[in-house]
C-alpha cells in the first residue's frame, strides 16, 4: 500500500499549522493533535485528536481548522473527525508544554532564576477595599497592551475573580497539567473552577499552601509576561505561603483613604519586611465620588493611600510610591458583575482610566536583575 502524501494533502497540513489550540496557544500540527489529513474531490477530511473528550473548546477548533483549510486552493469543503488522545499521546504532548529536561515533579517556573515573568500579589489589609475588582481591572488593562497574562485567584475563601472575569469553562486536565480557561487575553484559575455551585471552601494552612502550589507549579501558563495574584485580606497562611513559594513576587497594597482602613494596610504591607519581598506601590480604591457638577465628595475620607506610601516607605527604607487613586464609579461595579472589566467598557471614565493609568506604571517598569543568572563567566587569561 502507498503512504505517499499527495500536494494537497501537504498543503492542507501546512494551512493548519496556523490554528492554535485554543488553551494551550501553539499549533495543532506541533502539539501532535493533527492525526491525519487527506484530501479528495475537493473535500479535506481531517482526523484531530483532543486532549480530553468532551474538549469545551471543539467548537472553536473546527471553525479555526475549516477556515485555515479552505485556503488551500482546491479545497471546497472540510470534514474533520474528533478523537481523543491516547494515555501515551498525552504524556507525550506533557514533554512537548515541559520540555524534555523538565523534572518529574512539577516545579513552579515563576520562582526559578531565569524566570522573566513579573509577579504582583495584590495584598490588602481588610476586606471590601475592592482589590479583587483592581485586580482583574489592572490585568485586563496589560492583557490590552499586548502582555501574556496571568491571573491566581488566591483568596481560597472569597474568590470572585472568575466572575468578575467573566470565565465561564472550566480547566482541562492533560495528565497532571493543567490548562487553565481565558477571559478578554487574560488566563485564570480560581479554586471557585473546582467546586460545586457555590460552595464554601473550609480548609486549613497546609490545604490552602497546597492549593496555591498546584495553581503555581501544575497549571500550564505558557510564558508570562506579568503573573497577578488576588490574595486574601490580612497576613494569613496564604500570604506566608507566598513567600515561600514565590520569594521575588512584589507587592501591591490596595487601601482606601479612610484611616482605619489605611492602618490596617499598612501592616498588610509591613509583612515585607520578614518576606523579604519588594513593594511596588500602594492603590488608593474608592478615592471620592465625583458629583454631576463636577466637584468631588470624599465618601471615605482623604489621604489614606499616601499616609499607606509615605508609612511603608519609612518602614522599608526604599521607595514605596502611591500608584494612583481610584475614584468611586458605580460602572467599576457594573462592570464586574458583568464578567467585563471597566478598563475595557469604559477605559476613559474616571475609574477607568485611573486604573489604566497604572497598569500603564506596571508596564513600564523596567525588569529587575535581582535573582537572576546574568551567564557571565571569568575571561580566562
Not at 75 to 97: A, N, W, Y
Not at 115 to 129: D, F, M
Amino acid at each position: 500500500m502507498s503512504t505517499a502524501v499527495h500536494a494537497d494533502d501537504q498543503a492542507v497540513l501546512a494551512a493548519l499549522a496556523s490554528v492554535n489550540d485554543p488553551e494551550i496557544k501553539r499549533p495543532i500540527t506541533e502539539l501532535g493533535m493533527v492525526e491525519s489529513v487527506k484530501v479528495d474531490a475537493g473535500v479535506a477530511y481531517v482526523r484531530i485528536l483532543l486532549t480530553v473528550a468532551g474538549c469545551p473548546l471543539k467548537d472553536t477548533l473546527r471553525t479555526d481548522i475549516t477556515a485555515a483549510a479552505t485556503t488551500v486552493a482546491g479545497v471546497t469543503s472540510v470534514e474533520i473527525d474528533f478523537g481523543v488522545m491516547s494515555p501515551d499521546q498525552r504524556q507525550d504532548l506533557q514533554k512537548r508544554l515541559r520540555g524534555p529536561n523538565a523534572a518529574a515533579e512539577p516545579v513552579i517556573p515563576f520562582a526559578q532564576p531565569g524566570s522573566r515573568t513579573r509577579v504582583y500579589a495584590v495584598a490588602s489589609g481588610k476586606g471590601g477595599v475592592g482589590k479583587s475588582s483592581v485586580t482583574v481591572n489592572l490585568a485586563a488593562a496589560l492583557a490590552a497592551r499586548g502582555l501574556s497574562v496571568g491571573v491566581v485567584d488566591a483568596d481560597i475563601y472569597g474568590h470572585s475573580v472568575p466572575r468578575m472575569l467573566g470565565v465561564q469553562g472550566r480547566p482541562t486536565q492533560v495528565e497532571d497539567m493543567i490548562m487553565p480557561p481565558q477571559a478578554h487575553g487574560v488566563k485564570v484559575i480560581s479554586i471557585g473552577m473546582f467546586t460545586s455551585g457555590n460552595a464554601a471552601v473550609v480548609w486549613r494552612g497546609p490545604m490552602l499552601h497546597r492549593a496555591l502550589q498546584q495553581f503555581l507549579a501544575d497549571v500550564y501558563w505558557g510564558d508570562l509576561d506579568v503573573l497577578l495574584l488576588d490574595l486574601p485580606p490580612g497576613t494569613g497562611d496564604i500570604a506566608i505561603s507566598l513567600a515561600q513559594l514565590l520569594p521575588t513576587a512584589e507587592i501591591l497594597v490596595v487601601t482606601t483613604p479612610q484611616a482605619a482602613a489605611a492602618e490596617v494596610a499598612e501592616r498588610a504591607g509591613a509583612i515585607s519586611l520578614q518576606t523579604h519581598q519588594r513593594l511596588v506601590g500602594v492603590i488608593e480604591n474608592m478615592s471620592w465620588l465625583e458629583l454631576p457638577d463636577g466637584s468631588r465628595m470624599e465618601v471615605f475620607g482623604a489621604g489614606g493611600g499616601q499616609t499607606v506610601a509615605d508609612s511603608l516607605t519609612r518602614l522599608t527604607g526604599a521607595s514605596v510610591p502611591l500608584l494612583g487613586q481610584i475614584p468611586l464609579d458605580t460602572g467599576v461595579r457594573e462592570a464586574g458583575d458583568e464578567g467585563t472589566p471597566a478598563v475595557l467598557t469604559a477605559p476613559n471614565s474616571p475609574a477607568g482610566a485611573a486604573l489604566n493609568a497604572i497598569a500603564d506604571r506596571l508596564a513600564l517598569r523596567r525588569e529587575s536583575l535581582v535573582g537572576k543568572s546574568l551567564g557571565l563567566s571569568p575571561a580566562k587569561r
